[in-house]
């Protein structure tokens, strides 16, 4: 429920010059503008520590990735609901990672 504002208010902002001075998202044409497709193409991990871990390890699995660039903080997400997210990741997601997995990102 905090995802979905987030994610459009992140979006307007990044295609707000685009708009204004060319008619459209030309540098981010790549983005897809909806929660669901984004999610849908790997773009955006959202929901619980779980379904987000499990996306995590299949990222990583199927990329054969050493890192992975992570945002927590986007659109009209607070303080505190990104601290909470950090938390999650780094107690839930992190530290349930495969050893392979975990010992790659330290």
Known sequence: KIAAPAFERWYA???KLAREHTGGPVDAAHQTASLKGAMEEGSFIIG???TVRREVESQIREMRCNYMGLAFHYGTLTLA???????LFAEEVMAKLPAEMAAAAE
């Open 81 to 87: 609901q990104v601290k909470h997210s950090l938390t």
């Open 48 to 50: 619980s520590p779980d």
């Open 13 to 15: 902002s990044l295609v």
